[in-house]
């Protein structure tokens, strides 16, 4: 599986926008990009996913690099409800089936109220 | 709608037995998917199951098992307990494999 590499933590200040980056230089044209997050004491979450252009959801952002080596996850305004552990996960659902999530160490992020 | 459910939500069993944990999916999903989080490996897939038929399956041993039920909800068994094998377990359901998914709130299983 390709793989994906994070900052162990990153801080940030409540209501302040939150770039958490991520490469995968070993990319495959069929791997999408995703994010996930776990809260303290829950299960991971899904925020958001794609493939190759910039996404939008009600969480978060995703901007992708153009040549999709890396990609970065916004938080517009961050609360201290986003306080948690995110994940960025490559999958290729190319060819069916299911290999499951390939979670890393992800990134600690710590907001600052 | 409901989300995952996983129960039970604690379990203390002793090493050499064998435990059964359950997870029931969001209605309509028909993917579900396990995973053990532990604190030095982090979370590892265990199996995915779809329609009832086991599709993949991570780099565990044969004493964990699982299974799927017409109505897709799933259980895993894990047998001859290990300590090793105290961790958080986790049930994720999906669409199918490439939808978002869905994680429930785990089983914390202890071996003492």
């Known amino acids: 599986d390709a793989k994906t590499t994070q900052p162990n933590s990153m801080e940030s200040n409540e209501e302040e926008p939150v770039h958490l980056p991520c490469n995968h230089s070993?990319?495959?044209?069929?791997?999408?990009i995703h994010w996930y997050r776990q809260l303290p004491s829950q299960g991971p979450e899904y925020v958001i996913h794609?493939?190759?252009s910039n996404v939008n959801n009600r969480m978060a952002s995703l901007a992708i690099a153009e040549d999709r080596k890396s990609s970065t996850l916004i938080l517009h305004r961050a609360t201290l409800r986003d306080a948690a552990v995110y994940y960025c996960?490559?999958?290729?659902?190319?060819?069916?089936?299911?290999?499951?999530?390939?979670f890393g160490k992800g990134t600690h992020l710590i907001i600052q109220p | 709608k409901a989300g995952v459910t996983q129960t039970p939500r604690y379990l203390i069993k002793t090493r050499g037995q064998q435990v059964t944990l359950s997870c029931s999916p969001i209605?309509?999903?028909?993917?579900v998917s396990w995973y053990q989080q532990t604190p030095g490996q982090g979370l590892q897939f265990l199996f995915e199951?779809?329609?009832?038929?086991?599709?993949n399956k991570g780099n565990f041993p044969g004493r964990f098992s699982g299974r799927q039920f017409s109505n897709s909800r799933s259980e895993m068994n894990v047998s001859t307990l290990e300590l090793g094998d105290s961790a958080l377990y986790l049930c994720?359901?999906?669409?199918?494999?490439?939808?978002?998914?869905?994680f429930g709130q785990g089983t914390r299983l202890t071996v003492v």
């Open positions: 994720a359901s999906s669409l199918d494999a490439s939808t978002e998914a869905f």
């Open positions: 070993t990319i495959s044209g069929t791997d999408y």
């Open positions: 794609g493939l190759t």
């Open positions: 996960i490559l999958t290729d659902y190319s060819g069916g089936g299911a290999d499951g999530l390939t």
């Open positions: 209605s309509g999903h028909r993917s």
């Open positions: 199951y779809f329609s009832e038929t086991q599709r």
